[in-house]
Structure formats: structure tokens, C-alpha cells
């Protein structure tokens, strides 16, 4: 441990920068390469900060570290209390990075209000750090609704041309649920006395309230992920964002809900969870089949990798509410490996739309010809999204499937069903983009990757083969944290050691 208050630099480093951002003058050229410069190197440092907590990180405990905690408005006993555990430290570095790898692929994408872009991602970056660091529920909800001004600033301003439909719907959608959270969040406070976060884990809320809360918080975190039915905005969000606002809506938002799941329903709710997991199991499958037959039907490559989004995080879902250590494992490492693949995804597809400026399959066929590297880089993404061995998806599909397998057999064959389609759509759009002869003869003039897109991907490709070969670097991190997830949920009588200077 250090006796810094290294997670309060995380968080104001990105926010620095847009101060510096700010402050720069001079000639259009000038000031459009400084933003950039300034952008990349606030995230840079955000990221090394955060690969520094991994060097102090205690991997044997499941107690909270780097706490930092100061009375905020003491009238009403809220704190600005931070604190990780091996789950948050495992999606803060996600989010660092990925921000990083969006600033980095924006550099020739956005030419216009460039100033304004970057101030809205590195907002956007603070707030994400903020909802994984953040220990007390008020603080976690400023943080957690925070995100949603930049994102719909992202996708209204430099989407595509139903951008403010996209921007509207997606905003309308997130908002209505983060409503009933806020009620819940104030009924649990009322009840317990307290905001924190660890004392709220272990607080005694009767049956019939843990029934109410659970749905009210439902309807805040079902929408993030996003479950079926309330997935409809995610597709017309990635079309209309440009290529970052879809990286990091897919890397780091998405799972925000599934987050809210662990640091909420699952450990302050017990019973309510309990109660509702077949639900949440339903849901889940549904959205694994349903939205695994539409990817089948897309003919735009953003909205095939969207609905594709959406089956996966339907493991995730699945795999929490099994409540076993394979299961709970298994939903993180999809979380991270969506988290990396989904974006590479995306980012392949940036490639091509800024050569080509479409997304439509049919505009596509016979790209190995003319850009053999990207194909390349292509089929490494799109075998670990089918979840080959040796790549990120296998670990945590297989983990979910045991976990699954143990609660539910037929559960755990109908998910079974969503990893051959899975492989179906992914392989469909590969072939149809890749193989073949060339189908537009604009394509014969279409350049391969260059070097700032090989930087891109080649650490996402490390990244991605690295949790496929050795996961049990990230597995023995989350352990303990799972177990103490586990055991509350799985127990009534919340009886958690929570060490002193921590209420």
C-alpha cells in the first residue's frame, strides 16, 4: 500500500489535461496538433498511474485498497470515499487503456471542434475511473450518471446523420432507469443510516424492500448493459457514433450495469437476488439466441458487432446470477475480453469507413487482395470474438458455461447454442468482407494499415492473447473479491468484516 492518494490521481489527471486543453492559443494547425498532444499525454500518464496500482495491489485480500475517504457534506454523513478491489482494479486499467487507444485513433478521424472532442473524452475518462473507484452510493451516482453528458455530446455532435435521434435515445433511455436508482439508492440510505458502500453490504434490508430496491436497481443497470428488451438503443448509438464513441461505449459502458450488479444487487440484496435470478436467466438467454439470429440478418458492420454486443453481455448477466466462482469469474473475464475485442471490432470497421466511407457488408469482398495485413488483424479479432482457445473469449465463455452448467443444464445448453452462432455471424461477415473477388473496383486503390493503426492494434492483439494464454494472471486478482461476492450473496445475515477507518 502507499500513502499517496494515488486514486485521486487517476481521476484528476484526465481533467488536468482539459485544463491545459483549454489554455491553448495560437494558429488553427498549431492548436489542432498541441489538442491532440495534450489529449494523448493526459491519457498516457492516466493509464501508467493506473498500471502503478497493480504493482501495490495486494492480490490475496478482497479487502478495499488505496482507501481514501473525507467527509464531502457531513450533515448528511456523505463522503468522498474512494477505494479498489481486484474487480475495479481489473476494469479501471481497462478504461484507462481503451482511452488511450480512442484518443490515439482520433487523431486523423476528427477535424472539427477537435478542442471540444477531446475535453468531452477525458470528462468522459474522469467519470469512468470515478464509478470504479467510488465507495460511497452518492459519489457512485454523480460519477455513474456524469458519463452520460459526454457520451451524448460524442455521439449528437461528430456521429453520423441520425446522430441526434441516436444521441436522444440513448440519453432518454439511460435516464429513465437512473431515476428508480436514485430512489433506491435515498430508500437505502433512509434504512441504513449510512451511504458507504461496505457498510451498505452488510446491512440488514427486510425481504419485501430488498424486492422493491432490487427492481428499482434493475431498471438503472438492465438498461447499461444492455438486456433484452431494453437493448434497442445500442445499435442506433453505435451506427450514429463516430469510431471512439463506439469503443468505448462497447469497452467500458456496457459494463457498467453488469458493475452495478456486483457492487449492489448481488451483496446488498441477497434474497431479492436470489428471488429474481431466474429472470435475470430468461433474459439472458433470450438475449443470447435472439440477438445472435439478428446479427445474422445485418447488412451494416456496426450494427452486427452491436447486436453481437449484446449476446455477449448476455453471458456476463448469466454468468453473475449463478452465484458459483466459475460463473462470477467467467462473466469478468467476457467483461474484459468484450471489453478489448468489441473495440478492436470496431475499430476494424473505422479502417475501412474512413477509406471507403461505408459500413454496408455488400460494399466490401475480396480485401485480403488489397490489404492482406488488415486481414490479418481482422481474423485475430474475429476469432477471439468466436471465443477460440488460446484467445481472451475462450477463457471466460468456458468459465460461464461451468458455472451455468452447475446451476442448469438446459440453461447451460441453450447458452451453448449462442457460442455456435456466434461463430455463424462472426465468420459470415469475415468471408463476406475478406474473401472473394474484389466487389467495388474503388477498392483496388485502397491502401493497408498504416503505422499509427499497427500501434493501435498490435497491444489490443498482446492484450487479447495474453488473457487466452495465461488468465490466471487476472483470475488470482478478481479471486478473493469474488469469494467475498459470493459469500454475501449467498448469506442473510451480512456478517462482513469491514477494517476500521472503512465505515
Not at 467519470?127 to 459526454?150: K, N, S
Not at 458487432?305 to 455477449?312: E, L, P, T
Amino acid at each position: 500500500m502507499i500513502d499517496w492518494p494515488i486514486l485521486s490521481v487517476l481521476i484528476c489527471v484526465p481533467l488536468i489535461g482539459i485544463i491545459f486543453i483549454l489554455l491553448v492559443r495560437g494558429d488553427p494547425e498549431i492548436v489542432a496538433r498541441n489538442v491532440r498532444a495534450v489529449a494523448v499525454w493526459a491519457s498516457l500518464i492516466t493509464f501508467s498511474v493506473s498500471l502503478f496500482l497493480w504493482f501495490y495491489f495486494d492480490t490475496t485480500s478482497a479487502e478495499f485498497q488505496f482507501v481514501e475517504q473525507r467527509l464531502w457534506i457531513p450533515s448528511l454523513g456523505i463522503s468522498y470515499y474512494l477505494g479498489v478491489d481486484g474487480i475495479s482494479l481489473l476494469f479501471i486499467t481497462l478504461t484507462t487503456f481503451l482511452s488511450l487507444i480512442c484518443i490515439v485513433a482520433s487523431w486523423e478521424a476528427i477535424t472539427v471542434r477537435l478542442k471540444e472532442y477531446m475535453i468531452a473524452f477525458l470528462f468522459m475518462e474522469t467519470m469512468m475511473i470515478g464509478v470504479f473507484c467510488a465507495l460511497d452510493t452518492i459519489l457512485f451516482y454523480i460519477f455513474f450518471e456524469g458519463i452520460l453528458i459526454p457520451m451524448f455530446l460524442i455521439i449528437g455532435i461528430w456521429g453520423g446523420p441520425r446522430r441526434v435521434y441516436a444521441a436522444f435515445k440513448f440519453f432518454l433511455y439511460t435516464l429513465t432507469g437512473s431515476v428508480l436508482f436514485l430512489i433506491a439508492l435515498l430508500v437505502m440510505y433512509f434504512e441504513a443510516g449510512s451511504t458507504s458502500i461496505p457498510v451498505l453490504m452488510r446491512a440488514d434490508f427486510g425481504y419485501n424492500l430488498q424486492l422493491w430496491l432490487w427492481l428499482a436497481l434493475f431498471a438503472s443497470f438492465a438498461v447499461k448493459v444492455p438486456m433484452w428488451p431494453v437493448h434497442t438503443w445500442l445499435p442506433d448509438a453505435h451506427v450514429e457514433a463516430p469510431t471512439a464513441g463506439s469503443v468505448i461505449l462497447a469497452g467500458v459502458l456496457l459494463k457498467l450495469g453488469a458493475y452495478g450488479f456486483i457492487r449492489f444487487s448481488l451483496p446488498m440484496l441477497p434474497e431479492a437476488s436470489s428471488f429474481f435470478a431466474p429472470l435475470i436467466f430468461g433474459l439472458s438467454i433470450i438475449a443470447i439466441i435472439y440477438t445472435s439470429l439478428v446479427a445474422l440478418m445485418q447488412k451494416d458492420m456496426k450494427k452486427l458487432i452491436a447486436y453481437s454486443s449484446v449476446a455477449h453481455m448476455g453471458f456476463v448477466t448469466i454468468g453473475l446470477f449463478t452465484l458459483t466462482t466459475q460463473g462470477i469469474e467467467g462473466a469478468l473475464m467476457v467483461m474484459l475480453s468484450h471489453g478489448l475485442v468489441s473495440s478492436a471490432l470496431f475499430l476494424c470497421v473505422g479502417v475501412v469507413y474512413d477509406r471507403m466511407h461505408s459500413r454496408l457488408i455488400l460494399s466490401y469482398g475480396g480485401l485480403i487482395h488489397r490489404m492482406p495485413l488488415y486481414a490479418f488483424v481482422f481474423m485475430i479479432f474475429t476469432l477471439a470474438s468466436i471465443g477460440l482457445p488460446g484467445t481472451s473469449g475462450f477463457v471466460g465463455e468456458l468459465l460461464v458455461l461451468v458455472g451455468l452448467y452447475q446451476t442448469n443444464t438446459l440453461l447451460a445448453f441453450l447458452a451453448a447454442i449462442g457460442v455456435v452462432l456466434g461463430a455463424a455471424y462472426m465468420l459470415w461477415l469475415y468471408r463476406r468482407v475478406i474473401f472473394g473477388e474484389l466487389q467495388n473496383e474503388a477498392l483496388r486503390d485502397i491502401r493497408d494499415i498504416n503505422t499509427r493503426e499497427i500501434c493501435i492494434f498490435v497491444p489490443i492483439i498482446l492484450g487479447i492473447l495474453w488473457i487466452g494464454i495465461y488468465p490466471n494472471s487476472f483470475l488470482t486478482v478478481v479471486h478473493p473479491s469474488v469469494e467475498r461476492l459470493i459469500f454475501l450473496s449467498q448469506s442473510s445475515e451480512l456478517t462482513y468484516n469491514i477494517p476500521v477507518g472503512q465505515e
